[in-house]
């Protein structure tokens, strides 16, 4: 398994701000994902975090509002941007280790937007 | 393209009774099958997971499911819930073919165990 960590925990955020979550893994591993839960809701993949190069984007999902960055094996970036009240969410990094078939995920950003 | 099913939205048990959560699932690859759970205000767990091998699997707490590819099923099951397993359970599935690591979740099924 892996231990994940994200940061912030939780945050309350103005609407038409940004907000950048950290995801740090305690080993190295090769697959990294960011996924979004909003209220009540089941998840849905975001990304794809690509080291060293540009991210892999679901349906629905663009690099100008949910930049990511992967700049190592171990750390990503989830940046959410002009936030409006609907990106009221919880933000979750998960990862695959090197020779698994299970993906791990961490505690979650929760963020709301007022 | 996978998707998964979770029939039940809710489910409210009394404490000691037995538990089904139903999980079926639609794919033209062969799948790995999850159940994760989610306790209130936390993140996601993993619980149990079929890779390969024996249908039936367990989890340290109690829970088991079983793979049915007849059924395109895996029910998760207890014999007997404790308050304590009160959360959210998410069934998903992931190809088993190429690198495609990305889960495909069901909407989950909010399990309520009540005194």
């Known amino acids: 398994s892996a231990v994940i960590s994200q940061k912030p925990s939780r945050d309350i955020c103005q609407r038409g701000t940004s907000l950048t979550i950290q995801c740090q893994v305690d080993?190295?591993?090769?697959?990294m994902f960011w996924y979004r839960q909003q209220p009540g809701q089941s998840l849905t993949l975001i990304a794809t975090a690509n080291q060293g190069s540009e991210a892999t984007y679901e349906s629905g999902f663009v690099i100008d509002k949910f930049p990511i960055s992967r700049p190592n094996l171990t750390f990503s970036t989830l940046t959410v941007s002009n936030m409006s009240p609907e990106d009221s969410s919880i933000y979750l990094c998960?990862?695959?280790?090197?020779?698994?078939?299970?993906?791990?995920f961490g505690e979650g950003s929760w963020l709301t937007v007022v | 393209a996978q998707s998964v099913t979770q029939l039940d939205s809710q489910v409210p048990v009394f404490e000691e009774a037995p538990v089904e959560l139903r999980c079926n699932y639609s794919s033209s690859v062969s799948v790995y099958l999850f159940w994760y759970v989610q306790y209130p205000n936390q993140g996601l767990q993993l619980l149990l997971k079929y890779l390969s091998g024996s249908t039936l699997v367990e989890s340290i707490n109690g829970f088991e499911a079983e793979f049915n590819k007849s059924q395109t099923s895996f029910h998760l099951r207890k014999p007997s819930v404790h308050i304590s397993d009160t959360a959210e359970y998410f069934c998903a599935v992931s190809s088993t073919g190429g690198s495609n690591y990305k889960l495909t979740f069901g909407k989950g099924t909010l399990l309520t165990v009540n005194p």
């Open positions: 080993s190295q591993v090769t697959m």
């Open positions: 998960s990862v695959r280790t090197a020779g698994g078939n299970t993906i791990y």
